[in-house]
C-alpha cells in the first residue's frame, strides 16, 4: 500500500509542477504581449533602386566617353 500512496504523492506533485509551470509561462506571454509595441502597417514605397542605378551609370558613362 505504501508504494501506492507513494506514487500518487509523486504523481501529485509532478501534476502541481505542470501546474505551476503552465502558470509561469502565461505571465511571460502575458507581460511580453503587455510591453509589446505595436508598428502600424508601412505604406508602399516605391522602388527606386534600380531606375537610379541605371541613370547613374548612364551619367557616368557620359561623363567618361566626354574627356
Known sequence: MSLEVALLVLLLVY??????????DAKVI???QKSAI???KS??????GIPALL???????????AR
Open 15 to 24: 501534476v502541481a509542477h505542470l501546474r505551476f509551470k503552465l502558470w509561469m
Open 30 to 32: 502575458q507581460s511580453f
Open 38 to 40: 505595436i508598428v502600424p
Open 43 to 48: 505604406e508602399k514605397k516605391q522602388d527606386f
Open 55 to 65: 541613370i547613374s551609370a548612364l551619367a557616368l558613362l557620359l561623363a567618361l566617353s
